[in-house]
């Protein structure tokens, strides 16, 4: 008798693993191939944006581009904070937010917005693995693990850090908690979306650097580097928070808000006289992580032209604009205190990704492994 339901147990094990596996494969495939797409479009869009200067004009008329695809989707005002009501209360998505919040993004970036990507990748991931398990009958529980998955493997094939993303789904819904039975379905998917996107020529985030040794004096120098990012990730936080309060406060419609912002964020970059803050800025968080380079002021100018973007309706993601604060801010503040310039910026995108964005909040947890996994494993042991 007992050991036919041992072998009822293991069977039932083994179903389960098998289940999660198609679930996890048909998942990553899909979000392999779109988030490849996606990286690719996003790319192009930033190429086309340096080649033709003028198209930071086309702004505002992207925003109300915007505004109409998420009306007539009837998909206005979801975002990443309905991914994560999704896991935790079982909340349905539309299948209308991916193409929403693919051909949003790729619009922001197109004609010069500041934002990053994960934010419009957490979304898409998100519903793609909540319709992927619909396809199995899953059901209310195993929808919200399957919505995890996706929202791993779509990260991955993104940034090209399985690892990363499968930690960082599994404790990003609820902070301090961990979705350890996520695990297995998260990983699967990471892989099999990152196999798929390099497949597709897409090449995974990483940055050269060199760590200086290691001592005590050091070290207190680096903790006194990690008080002033905790206090500019304060800033950031407080900023977006208060910017897209204040904009849907006093410009409810969100026709005018989006027209005005745009505006804002034209009237930005020639005030500033440059368009390093137009877009995500990869190119200059490469210069200050490879090359120790940043300018003084860059790290508030990207706060401020983030918070401008976001508020007024355009679509992206805060972690990319994270990465760009800590970096640039460790890169300038680092040698003040006798820290090589290119060893901060490695270092700072972490603090500053885990105080935050306001919507779907980095845990601390998951910063480390995200910084280790773009430059390489010598940071952790």
């Not at 094990?13 to 899909?30: D, F, P």
């Not at 505002?60 to 309905?82: H, M, R, S």
């Not at 398990?133 to 090209?160: E, I, P, V, W, Y």
Request: aromatic share 8%; hydrophobic share 50%; glycine share 12%.
């Amino acid at each position: 008798m007992e050991k036919e339901h041992g072998h009822t147990h293991v069977g039932l094990y083994v179903q389960a693993m098998a289940k999660w596996l198609a679930v996890a494969l048909v998942t990553g495939v899909c979000c392999g191939v779109v988030g490849s797409l996606f990286h690719i479009g996003v790319e192009r869009a930033t190429e086309l944006r340096e080649q033709h200067p003028w198209l930071l004009w086309c702004l505002p008329a992207a925003g109300l581009v915007i505004v109409a695809f998420y009306k007539l989707t009837k998909t206005e005002g979801q975002g990443t904070n309905d991914i994560i009501d999704a896991v935790h209360h079982g909340k349905p998505l539309s299948i209308w937010l991916l193409p929403a919040i693919f051909l949003g993004t790729i619009l922001t970036h197109l004609c010069g917005g500041s934002a990053g990507r994960e934010g419009a990748a957490l979304q898409m991931g998100g519903t793609i693995g909540r319709h992927a398990g619909n396809l199995f009958n899953l059901d209310d529980r195993d929808l919200r693990t399957a919505t995890m998955a996706g929202m791993a493997a779509f990260f991955s094939a993104l940034f090209g850090t399985p690892l990363t993303a499968t930690v960082f789904a599994i404790v990003v819904i609820s902070i301090g908690v961990v979705y350890h039975v996520a695990f297995i379905p998260c990983l699967t998917a990471s892989l099999v979306a990152y196999w798929i996107s390099v497949e597709l020529g897409v090449a995974p985030t990483r940055f050269s650097v060199a760590a200086p040794e290691l001592e005590k004096l050091m070290l207190l120098r680096v903790a006194v580097l990690g008080v002033g990012c905790a206090l500019v990730s304060v800033l950031l936080c407080r900023t977006l928070h208060f910017a897209e309060h204040q904009m849907k406060k006093r410009l409810p419609n969100a026709w005018l808000r989006v027209l005005v912002g745009g505006g804002a964020v034209i009237a930005l970059t020639y005030l500033c006289g440059t368009r390093d803050y137009n877009g995500a800025g990869m190119d200059l968080i490469t210069a200050a992580v490879e090359q120790g380079t940043a300018r003084p002021e860059a790290f508030l100018l990207k706060i401020l032209f983030t918070a401008v973007t976001l508020s007024a309706g355009f679509k992206g993601g805060e972690v990319v604009p994270s990465f760009f604060v800590g970096a640039t801010f460790g890169c300038v503040a680092g040698p003040l205190l006798g820290i090589p310039a290119g060893f901060p910026p490695r270092r700072w995108g972490g603090p500053l990704c885990s105080a935050g964005p306001p919507t779907a909040r980095w845990p601390p947890s998951s910063c480390p492994w995200s910084c280790s996994g773009m430059v390489g494993c010598c940071i952790l042991p």
